[in-house]
């Protein structure tokens, strides 16, 4: 089956302006996520949708950043407008259900990422 | 809440050395255990999970790593490594009743032919 999409891969803007991440997830898969991942860290949960709907979005920063994923499938990020700290990769992954669905465990599959170089 | 620490941010090892990479979390009910790994210029893979069962996972690639429920650890071990496993290696949780996942911050492992 096809991975997931993810684009651009790369991307540099100055502070202050905005840019906006596209994903489409594994085809059939209800969960999707967004990470952000500054370098040398490990990946940090943004926001997660099932279907459509929102399910976390504890540590996404709401003035600045959003998401939306219409029809329950392919989901955008934006920031706007962009800080320097805003420099990281930025990973969609999707999995197959998701929370309360009753399965023990459930698989995420990550994209290649989007770089982002904020000068 | 939840979380998780990998010991060693940078290991070097000549090639045929045996692996172990630490990985403690902090979490108290039942939980998820992976290993991604992330080759250079290559997306985030999953090497292994533990959901129940057996604590003894056996991955691809020749990697294991074993569940110490009373020590909070899922250490990957490899017994020989080679040029190839060259990568940054994860160690993540998940609470068994969700799906959101807590990273640790990564290993770095150099291979020296």
């Known amino acids: 089956e096809a991975g997931v999409a993810q684009s651009p891969r790369y991307k540099i803007i100055e502070k202050r302006q905005s840019v906006a991440f596209w994903c489409n997830p594994i085809?059939?898969?209800?969960?999707l996520y967004w990470y952000q991942q500054i370098l040398g860290q490990g990946p940090k949960l943004l926001i997660q949708f099932q279907n459509n709907g929102v399910v976390d979005d504890s540590q996404l920063p709401k003035d600045r950043f959003s998401a939306e994923r219409l029809k329950g499938v392919d989901s955008t990020l934006k920031i706007q407008p962009a800080k320097l700290e805003d420099s990281a990769v930025y990973l969609c992954?999707?999995?197959?259900?998701?929370?309360?669905?009753?399965?023990?465990?459930?698989?995420?599959?990550f994209g290649p990422g989007t770089r982002l170089t904020v000068l | 809440a939840q979380s998780v620490s990998q010991h060693n941010h940078h290991v070097i090892l000549s090639e045929a050395a045996s692996l172990e990479l630490g990985c403690n979390y902090s979490?108290?009910?039942?939980?998820?255990l992976f290993w991604y790994v992330q080759y250079p210029g290559q997306h985030l893979q999953l090497l292994l999970k533990y959901f129940s069962g057996d604590p003894l996972v056996k991955g691809i690639k020749g990697f294991e790593a074993e569940f110490i429920k009373s020590k909070f650890s899922f250490n990957l071990r490899k017994p020989s490594v080679q040029w190839s496993d060259t990568a940054e290696y994860f160690c993540?949780?998940?609470?068994?009743?969700?799906?959101?996942?807590?990273f640790g911050s990564g290993t770095r492992l150099s291979i020296r032919p």
């Open positions: 979490y108290g009910g039942t939980v998820n």
């Open positions: 993540a949780v998940s609470a068994s009743s969700a799906s959101k996942i807590i």
């Open positions: 085809s059939g898969h209800a969960t």
């Open positions: 992954a999707s999995s197959r259900r998701g929370t309360g669905s009753g399965v023990v465990g459930d698989t995420q599959y």
